[in-house]
């Protein structure tokens, strides 16, 4: 196989990584754009790919003509009316000097392959071209997905169809939507109008929204699982239906964040008269074959029910304890989905001894939760690495393969607890998997085992808005895409983040995605003048947010936490998210070219290249504290990352004195060291719930001088 980070062709680097790419001699000229055909009689699907890749193509080569190249574009075999778990995505392109071609066995893999072709696009001074090349590929697992998460703040139409580009940019092919929480219900009911009438505070998606997004997705071959969260997480139902809580029903909205003891109650029957009527407008709005039906975090006091009806209730079913009482919830619902032809999916809580193998279970706290499901039968999704909103680096997301051994994938999740930026929460890391083994241990072993479909990535949004997203989602989703897709003999981490930041740009280009400059508006609404962005910029992008829960816990809520008290938690829904730190990706794509620089410098101290890129960098912080004065003294937001300016300017002098040393040929002596030593000493405290990122490859490569 071809070095995907060597090769011309590779273009911005493919991602996720390909099968099989064989480069041949030459290239195709574009200067006169490029032609999609498709054989006469071709099926709808065929034809519409053909049109809608064809503008986006001339998007950026302009308008084909006469002399243009031509892409012929061929399938197979037909697809059904919707893309389905198993379907047959693969494809192989061709690229001579005269044409090339594209073959797929379904509109989903032509899909992927156009979009290939897209990344491909190179240029130099004689014009735009593709590298002549065969490549052939294929997913290495059916289910593909990211989770998000319209209930705690909701994304809209325009920002999910954006979306969908983005996710068919990645291979994704699953669009999990998370639907209700406590904070929201955000779809249509047309059954049961109460629920989004009243619980639908902020938007939500009404039915025609719904079939626009669903077609949307459909082209791209990419499914939309819908989530109906219960028996828990039920604040926003039971505002509408007070009368169906198994507990306290909220006397508004809840605003708050975390588990919460809204509970459906499981013994009425106007309960399941809800849900049917819900599953009956959630099988019409949404074709796919599976349903997620929630099943988390649901507080075990809920549902140990003391008074005298519903303690007969438990015995008449022969439900000994609340566990028992939940899986009986559990099974109920998907048999109620399988009257309807769909399949459940559940959070790895649902599993029970009495649960029916026909649940796909979602391991969202460990691998132990993964095994004992495939153990016992189920078919499984792995997530528990890949939780987006938890601001780990895409490096940390990348060490996961889902179809490990069970010992090799816990102990990859073990190691988060050691990470530097998590070690004062590690404790918490190490509680939440101890938990997934607690469950996996009431499950016993059967004949059949179940498969592993693949997994998702989970953003939930507590501190996410559509403003947000883009920056939040697409710098650690490629690093869960190539695990999901890619041979794992070839994952490569140091490969993975070469070809990142071509392919962030890339999707800046050919999407209305915004992973690396974000929304503009974001920065005016923080009272940032025109004269000041560039030195706005320069601060945010040495710094990044603090990890783990510890922005949603607060330091007192982790406090509390650790006590066995509820947490007192900083944000809720109403809670504004225009911070400095709301701009922060987990990554800091500028902190990459910081840290190639710095090693390339090292290598060849006469690179002149890597000597200005560190010289600027140097001379953007040393300049912050002048830039930013006013600003800090009129923004409280800003004044309160004062500590973060000034430590830049200090870290500085420190990066000049390195390279200085470096050109010199001299070793950072220890003085250096020292000073550099205090610096993260005080800068190790959360500032504004930052953390001062810059000093980690500066630090990086100091240790790898030693």
């Excluded at 009243?198 to 929204?209: A, P, Q, T």
Aim: glycine share 8%; aromatic share 6%; proline share 7%.
């Amino acid at each position: 196989m071809q070095d995907m980070n060597s090769s011309k062709h590779a273009g911005h680097g493919l991602l996720p990584r390909p099968l099989r790419l064989e480069p041949r001699w030459g290239r195709l000229d574009l200067g006169g754009g490029l032609r999609i055909e498709y054989p006469p009689g071709a099926p709808p699907p065929v034809v519409e790919l053909a049109r809608r890749f064809q503008a986006r193509f001339g998007r950026l080569l302009g308008t084909a003509t006469e002399d243009a190249a031509t892409l012929r574009l061929g399938t197979t075999t037909a697809a059904g009316t919707h893309p389905a778990l198993g379907d047959d995505e693969s494809y192989r392109l061709r690229i001579t000097t005269t044409g090339a071609e594209l073959d797929a066995a379904t509109p989903w893999g032509a899909a992927h392959g156009l979009e290939r072709c897209l990344q491909l696009l190179d240029g130099d001074g004689e014009g735009t071209f593709l590298t002549a090349l065969l490549l052939e590929d294929a997913p290495r697992l059916p289910w593909r997905g990211v989770l998000l998460d319209l209930a705690r703040h909701f994304l809209d139409l325009p920002t999910l169809l954006r979306t969908l580009d983005g996710l068919a940019a990645a291979g994704i092919n699953v669009l999990h939507l998370h639907l209700n929480d406590d904070q929201g219900f955000r779809f249509e009911s047309r059954r049961c109008p109460r629920l989004h009438e009243l619980s639908g505070s902020g938007g939500y998606l009404r039915v025609e929204e719904v079939a626009e997004l669903v077609a949307a997705a459909t082209a791209r071959g990419i499914r939309i699982v819908p989530e109906l969260d219960v028996p828990g997480h039920a604040g926003a139902i039971l505002h509408a239906h007070p009368e169906l809580a198994a507990g306290p029903a909220p006397a508004t909205l809840p605003r708050a964040f975390g588990p919460s003891r809204y509970a459906l109650d499981p013994s009425l029957d106007a309960t399941w008269g809800l849900l049917e009527a819900v599953l009956d407008d959630l099988v019409e709005l949404f074709p796919d074959t599976y349903v997620h039906l929630g099943g988390d975090e649901v507080h075990p006091d809920v549902y140990a029910f003391e008074d005298a009806r519903r303690r007969a209730w438990m015995a008449a079913a022969g439900l000994s304890d609340a566990a028992a009482v939940q899986a009986w919830f559990t099974r109920g619902v998907v048999a109620m989905l399988a009257q309807r032809n769909r399949r459940a999916v559940g959070w790895d809580e649902v599993l029970h001894p009495a649960m029916p193998a026909a649940m796909t279970v979602q391991a969202w706290r460990g691998a132990a939760t993964l095994e004992a499901a495939l153990a016992a039968g189920h078919d499984a999704l792995y997530s528990a690495g890949w939780y987006l909103d938890l601001n780990y680096p895409a490096r940390l997301h990348y060490r996961f393969d889902p179809a490990a051994p069970t010992a090799e994938l816990a102990a990859a999740e073990a190691t988060l607890a050691t990470e530097p930026q998590l070690a004062d929460v590690g404790d918490g890391i190490l509680a939440l998997q101890a938990a997934a083994a607690a469950t996996a241990r009431s499950v016993t072993a059967v004949a059949g085992r179940g498969a592993l479909l693949g997994g998702e990535a989970c953003l939930w949004s507590e501190l996410v808005t559509q403003e947000l997203l883009d920056a939040r989602l697409y710098g650690r989703l490629a690093a869960v895409a190539e695990r999901l897709w890619s041979d794992p003999v070839a994952a490569d981490e140091a490969s993975f983040e070469r070809r990142l930041p071509g392919w962030l740009t890339h999707l800046e280009r050919v999407t209305d995605c915004r992973p690396l400059t974000g929304d503009p508006a974001m920065l005016w609404r923080l009272g940032v003048e025109p004269y000041e962005r560039l030195a706005v910029e320069t601060l945010l992008e040495a710094l990044e947010p603090v990890r783990w829960y510890k922005r949603l816990l607060g330091v007192g809520g982790l406090a509390s936490r650790r006590e066995g008290r509820p947490p007192q938690r900083p944000y809720d829904a109403d809670t504004p998210l225009h911070r400095p730190v709301d701009l922060l990706p987990p990554d800091s794509p500028a902190l990459w070219q910081l840290r190639t620089a710095l090693f390339a410098v090292a290598a060849d101290p006469e690179d002149v290249s890597a000597q200005v890129t560190l010289r600027d960098f140097a001379g953007r912080w040393r300049m912050l504290p002048v830039q930013l004065a006013a600003l800090e003294q009129r923004s409280r937001h800003f004044a309160a990352l004062a500590d973060r300016i000034e430590q830049l300017a200090d870290l500085a002098d420190l990066l000049d004195e390195l390279v200085d040393a470096v050109i010199a040929g001299e070793t950072p002596g220890m003085a250096l060291r020292q000073r550099f030593g205090e610096l993260v000493r005080i800068a190790t405290e959360a500032v504004a719930e930052t953390e001062l990122a810059a000093l980690r490859p500066i630090g990086d490569w100091l240790e790898s001088r030693s």
